[in-house]
């Protein structure tokens, strides 16, 4: 596993903790308001509205707690990914292999940022392209398509390898994959 900053042993309340601890203490608030109440021979209706009332609040924190931590979760882990995995990524070699077979997919629907380090808004060009590297490899995605070689030079591509998983979604493979082609080149060139 490749070690990506460290790691520092703290005490995080995450969602789940925080309902198992709300889960415990509105258990014993419970039981113990109960027994007090039977014990006393008090229960009345005054007292059961303010039992109402506190579980009410209670409950309100709960829910605003779980909240508040799956907001902060999400924005630990876009931190995580921006400071820590793009510039991991970006710090990567840059392979160059040369093109073999480019055809553009138009039934490919779904668009997003897909495996790009970079926020800039590019257009991508929805592509499968087939190129050398220890045998042949495809791919089919949004790609960065950049024309601008010389009507002589051959197509190729570009990309950053992630050798494993890091975790959090970001898995093993290739990153901010772009293919070059030629100013004039025609989709039927290759095939």
Do not use: C
Not at 14 to 35: D, K, P, Q, R, Y
Not at 160 to 170: A, N, R, T
């Amino acid at each position: 596993m490749i070690e990506l900053g460290k790691q520092t042993a703290e005490f995080e309340l995450n969602g789940w903790m925080i309902l198992a601890i709300s889960g415990i203490v509105l258990f014993v608030l419970i039981t113990v308001g109960t027994l007090y109440l039977n014990s006393r021979h008090l229960i009345e209706y005054k007292h059961l509205i303010y039992f109402v009332v506190l579980l009410s609040l209670f409950s309100v924190a709960i829910v605003w707690g779980l909240n508040k931590s799956d907001e902060y979760e999400l924005k630990k882990e876009k931190d995580w990914k921006d400071e820590i995995v793009s510039p991991y990524i970006e710090s990567l070699p840059v392979e160059k292999r040369e093109a073999v077979y480019i055809k553009i997919e138009s039934e490919l629907t779904s668009k997003g940022r897909y495996r790009y380090t970079s926020d800039k808004t590019i257009e991508r060009t929805p592509l499968t392209v087939t190129f050398k590297e220890n045998g042949l490899t495809t791919k089919t995605n949004w790609m960065e398509a950049h024309m601008e070689l010389a009507d002589e030079d051959t197509p190729y591509v570009t990309y950053q390898y992630v050798p494993e998983k890091l975790g959090k979604g970001v898995s093993k493979g290739y990153y901010n994959l772009k293919v070059y082609l030629p100013k004039n080149y025609k989709f039927t060139d290759i095939k």
